[in-house]
T-cell receptor, first 114, second 114 residues
Framework: KAGVTQTPRYLIKTRGQQVTLSCSPI?????VSWYQQTPGQGLQFLFE???????NKGNFPGRFSGRQFSNSRSEMNVSTLELGDSALYLC?????????????FGPGTRLTVL | AQSVTQLDSQVPVFEEAPVELRCNYS??????LFWYVQYPNQGLQLLLK????STLVKGINGFEAEFNKSQTSFHLRKPSVHISDTAEYFC????????????WGLGTSLAVNP
């Protein structure tokens, strides 16, 4: 089975721009979670989608948004980028509907905001 | 509110020595506990998890962890480490009730030296 795919792997943007990151979960997994990872803050939960519905949301500003498509692929969007948005963005694919299950992580998208 | 504290940000150790990575959590309700490992430039991978039953949990790569409810701890141990165990280790907790958000520790960087 193919693993979790995240594209692009690396991205450089400037302040004020917007960015869209993509995540393809493992085939058959219907739940996707997104995390922001930074050295100072560690892993912070952004949101979780299950069957195209946002099921849970972290404490991030409205500039961060996401969606999930009928094939379970998910995208997250960050508008009006700030320097502090520079981070590794991780997507996790979860089998079934329970967050207690093992989360399978992709390699991440490294976003640098200049 | 739930929180996870990984007591050591960095743990240097020599090859074949034992290691313990400490994790404490705070929660007023029952929790499920996880340890994940992140190798350089990779996503996270589940090492082990505690949901219920025996408090001693065995995971992959020779790691084990013990759930101690009275001390609200979930320390990770390995009796003999290898160079290949050099990685970042994350402890995470999730509310056993309705809250599906995984709360993460800041990570412990394990450096195994020859």
């Amino acid at each position: 089975k193919a693993g979790v795919t995240q594209t692009p792997r690396y991205l450089i943007k400037t302040r004020g721009q917007q960015v869209t990151l993509s995540c393809s979960p493992i085939s058959g997994h219907r739940s996707v979670s997104w995390y922001q990872q930074t050295p100072g803050q560690g892993l912070q939960f952004l949101f979780e989608y299950f069957s195209e519905t946002q099921r849970n949301k972290g404490n991030f500003p409205g500039r961060f948004s996401g969606r999930q498509f009928s094939n379970s692929r998910s995208e997250m969007n960050v508008s009006t980028l700030e320097l502090g948005d520079s981070a590794l963005y991780l997507c996790a694919s979860i089998p079934g509907g329970s967050s207690y299950n093992e989360q399978f992580f992709g390699p991440g998208t490294r976003l640098t905001v200049l | 509110a739930q929180s996870v504290t990984q007591l050591d940000s960095q743990v240097p150790v020599f090859e074949e020595a034992p290691v313990e990575l400490r994790c404490n959590y705070s929660s007023s309700v029952s929790v499920y506990l996880f340890w994940y490992v992140q190798y350089p430039n990779q996503g996270l991978q589940l090492l082990l998890k505690y949901l219920s039953g025996s408090t001693l949990v065995k995971g992959i790569n020779g790691f084990e962890a013990e759930f101690n409810k009275s001390q609200t701890s979930f320390h990770l141990r390995k009796p003999s480490v290898h160079i290949s165990d050099t990685a970042e280790y994350f402890c995470a907790v999730i509310n056993a009730g309705n809250n599906r958000k995984l709360i993460w520790g800041l990570g412990t960087s394990l450096a195994v030296n020859p």
